[in-house]
């Protein structure tokens, strides 16, 4: 028997060839990804030239979408797709990063854990384990959110949250009717309702990323702001959330993101009505919900003035994301200065 | 939570037998011989399906495709021959037509009614003059107890509300039906915002599809807004009766759709509209919906087959369109159609 037997040896041929072509398909598909991307905002701008050299830059800042008089433009579905976009992002950041704290400093856990102990049963082997349990409930319930059909949002908020918020709205208007966010009336469909649904659209990506990045807050961080007797709301706020906060705005800017493409639901809730106002109760269209409307009937030369909103779409969806991508840059640079 | 997440796989399991088990009727049937694929209205979807579907459950060999993709796109469609039949709610403009490569052959296979349909609690009977209802589609009539409705609806209480108008928000026939018939009662109407399919209104929030109208109207007290009948049928809404050209008042059924469609005057090519029906017992809103076939199809096979489903169509299939909420086509009209189903070859 021979006594030097190697137990590393050279890759076999085949090991070779399955590196290369795993190397090779990841690398294709990752440069696939991107060539798609391209390709569809090149067909799309396509599409768009013949009509952006028609009506130029009027098309951004007219306020009319008249087939009969020919003429179009698209501003008041820019202000809609912005106005409601940012509501909602201003409500559902609010509800999402609160979950986002609950759920990740175990509050929830806790609360359940002092229940079982007046009942003494916290180290039971079946009841011990509830406090966790009742905490990923929690966490998958509001991540269920996320898959739940757009159209099945509109027709809740048809059905159910128009109604409910209708009577109060009118009463904001009747007494508060200078304000000029109550300047209009809430006939049926509007702004508000479509804001609420919208902003609980976006809520499951907002928690679900900001819950991540305050669990990666590493513990001792914690543990230093306890030891320097700071409070558990004074180490939440100032300590955890902002280490966190790279990751919370990620959160942010990626539900913006969504709520700016967001289309069923706001085509069904928001009214569809060209008209650019502050008011919470008026109605309002995006460019999204346009789309989605005159698609079907288009002929010819519809797709083209189409394709040019699309492109704004596809701009300001653009925009906002390099933002947000710049933010969190510049935000990452100060935490790890701190943390130096 | 747990309750919930043991029942899904539950339903996955269900649905997939549900598909296994209708996937296995299909291929235990024959294998398709001829198979249509058509595309286009929305509108005449309900009543097409049923058609084609009674159709092929007949006859074994032959599959017919219908799709609901809008009456634009059905027409582009059939430019494109990427169909064996088109379907569209506007007809198609001579443009259009000049652009079909082996020429095109409409034909008015069914006919509806499209009527008002409101949310005024108690109020069970509305009739409207046609400056009502055109002041109302206009922005110029704005609450329910104007002296222009008032004047129509002696003991009805009408409430001292706004009118919340509700139009569609999409692109379609019915809408383009809807304003021809108040471009030709109202000159302001025709100026602005005049015949379209995706008008710019001037008033009312605006809602995709018949079935977002029935629904913000259902739950918008207060509310009026312009379904095809079927919807408001369906749903048991209330229909408002409307003032036509004679002065009459006429509620919106079968025989007075019939007799507005009967005042088309069809064209050689079949295309003929009603917008102001003059008879006295005729509703005033009331079009015909168009299936496009081409004169000369590249397949002798399917353009026999397709003769056959359009005979079928005329004849026995009109006998389904009353109860899906259609108008059967009149007699005349038939026959008319029918002996220009030979030109499709």
């Known amino acids: ?340 | 939570m747990r309750v919930f997440l043991s029942s899904l796989p539950a339903a996955v399991l269900l649905a997939t037998v549900g598909l296994m088990s209708s996937g296995g009727t299909a291929s235990s049937e024959e294998p398709a011989d001829v198979r249509l694929q058509g595309a286009g209205a929305s509108f005449p979807f309900p009543i097409y399906s049923k058609w084609f579907k009674v159709y092929s459950d007949a006859h074994q060999n032959v599959e017919i495709d219908y799709q609901s993709v809008g009456s634009g796109a059905g027409v582009e469609n059939f430019i494109d021959n990427t169909v064996d039949f088109g379907a569209s709610d506007k007809a198609m403009t001579p443009d259009e037509i000049a652009r079909v490569k082996g020429g095109a052959q409409l034909l008015p296979l069914t006919a509806g009614n499209i009527v008002l349909t409101y949310n005024l609690p108690g109020v069970k009977e509305l009739k409207l003059s046609r400056e009502a209802y055109a002041g109302i589609f206009l922005g110029k009539v704005k609450t329910w107890n104007d002296p222009a409705i008032a004047k129509t609806n002696d003991g009805v209480k009408l409430p001292d509300s706004a009118i919340n108008v509700v139009v569609r928000a999409d692109g379609s026939g019915t809408s383009f039906v809807f304003t021809q018939h108040l471009s030709a009662i109202s000159k302001e109407f025709a100026k602005s915002p005049g015949t379209n399919d995706m008008p710019a209104w001037p008033v009312g929030t605006r809602s995709k599809g018949n079935e977002g109208v029935t629904a913000s109207i259902q739950t918008t007290p207060g509310s009026i807004g312009y379904v095809e009948f079927a919807y408001a049928m369906t749903q048991k809404m209330p229909m408002a009766q409307l003032e036509n050209k004679s002065g009459a008042f006429v509620a919106p059924s079968t025989a007075s759709g019939q007799a507005a469609i009967a005042s088309a005057t069809l064209a050689e090519n079949l295309i003929g509209w009603a917008p102001d029906p003059p008879a006295k017992e005729a509703y005033p809103i009331a079009t015909f919906t168009w299936l496009l076939s081409y004169k000369k199809n590249a397949d002798p096979k399917k353009a026999e087959v397709l003769r056959d489903v359009l005979i079928y169509c005329l004849t026995d299939g009109q006998k389904e369109s009353e109860a899906l909420g259609y108008l059967p086509l009149p007699e005349a009209v038939a026959a008319k159609v029918k002996a220009a189903v030979q030109n499709v070859q």
Not at chain 1, 19 to 45: D, E, H, M, P
Not at chain 1, 154 to 178: D, K
Not at chain 1, 252 to 273: D, I, W
Not at chain 1, 296 to 306: F, I, S
Request: glycine fraction near 8%; aromatic fraction near 10%; include cysteine.
């Open chain 1, 1 to 340: 028997m021979p006594v030097d037997i190697q137990i590393s040896q050279p890759p076999s041929r085949v090991q070779t060839l399955t590196n290369t072509l795993f190397r090779a398909f990841c690398y294709g598909f990752a440069w696939l990804t991107l060539a798609i991307g391209l390709f569809i905002v090149l067909k799309i701008v396509i599409a768009a030239l013949p009509a952006i050299q028609q009506y130029g830059f009027g098309f951004l800042t007219g306020q009319v979408w008249d087939p009969h008089k020919n003429i179009y433009s698209i501003l008041p579905e820019i202000w809609g797709t912005l106005y409601s976009s940012v509501f909602a992002l201003i409500l559902g950041t609010a509800f999402g990063l609160a979950a986002a704290i609950f759920l990740a400093e175990g509050f929830v856990a806790d609360a359940v854990f002092a229940l079982l102990r007046t009942v003494k049963l916290q180290s039971h082997p079946v009841w011990g384990k509830l406090p966790r349990q009742v905490d990923d409930l929690f966490l998958n319930l509001i991540e269920l959110l996320a898959a739940i059909p757009s159209v099945v949002y509109g027709l809740w908020g048809l059905f159910v949250v128009i109604p409910l918020v209708r009577p109060a709205c009118n009463w904001l208007h009747a007494q508060l009717g200078w304000i000029p966010l109550f300047g209009t009336d809430l006939s049926g469909p509007g702004m508000l309702p479509a804001v609420i649904v919208l902003s609980i659209m976006i809520l499951p990506t907002i928690t679900a990323v900001a819950r991540g990045a305050l669990v990666a807050v590493p513990s001792k961080l914690r543990m230093a702001a306890y030891g320097l007797g700071a409070t558990r709301w004074e180490t939440i706020l100032a300590v955890t959330a902002p280490s966190a906060s790279r990751g919370i705005l990620g959160g942010v800017v990626l539900a913006f993101g969504r709520a700016l493409g967001e289309t069923m639901a706001l085509a069904m809730l928001l009214g569809n009505q060209n008209t650019i106002s502050i008011s919470l109760f008026s109605p309002a269209n995006t460019l999204a919900a346009l789309l989605a409307n005159a698609f079907p009937e288009a002929g010819p030369k519809d797709v083209g003035r189409l394709m040019y909103a699309a492109t704004a779409l596809l701009v300001i969806t653009l925009v906002v994301n390099a933002a947000g991508a710049f933010i969190i840059q510049s935000t990452s640079v100060d935490q790890e200065g701190e943390k130096s």
